[in-house]
């Protein structure tokens, strides 16, 4: 499956309905910034713990930052795999520069 596979597929998952665009794209915000938190959460237990990383649940986790991060995606009408052809341009250019100062 491609990313954009993935996008289309998550267009079709059933979402809460809100009045405006904009009470969607917070809630979708909001769910990814909760599942980051949930993936940083994982890691710090284990740095506070000494113990290693859960890499079962670290993985679970990054999955539903993956599915919240292709939902905006979908809902700004973004293909995830043009933004992340951009993003790989514009990380690209900047390693160029470092590599060059």
């Given at each position: 499956?491609?990313?954009d596979?993935?996008?289309?597929?998550?267009?079709?998952?059933?979402?809460?309905?809100?009045?405006?665009?904009?009470?969607?794209?917070?809630?979708?915000?909001l769910?990814?910034?909760?599942?980051?938190?949930?993936?940083?959460?994982?890691?710090?237990?284990?740095?506070?713990?000494?113990t290693?990383?859960?890499?079962?649940?670290?993985?679970?986790?990054?999955?539903?930052v993956?599915?919240?991060?292709?939902?905006?995606?979908v809902e700004?009408?973004q293909?995830?795999?043009?933004?992340?052809?951009?993003?790989?341009?514009?990380?690209?250019?900047?390693?160029?520069?470092?590599?060059?100062?």
């Amino acid at each position: 499956m491609t990313i954009d596979e993935y996008a289309e597929w998550t267009a079709t998952v059933s979402k809460p309905t809100f009045e405006s665009r904009d009470q969607r794209l917070a809630y979708m915000l909001l769910g990814l910034i909760g599942e980051v938190g949930e993936l940083a959460d994982t890691a710090r237990r284990a740095t506070r713990d000494g113990t290693p990383l859960n890499e079962d649940k670290f993985v679970y986790e990054l999955g539903d930052v993956l599915h919240h991060w292709v939902s905006l995606c979908v809902e700004i009408g973004q293909l995830p795999s043009a933004m992340l052809l951009r993003r790989k341009s514009n990380i690209t250019a900047r390693a160029l520069k470092l590599a060059s100062d």
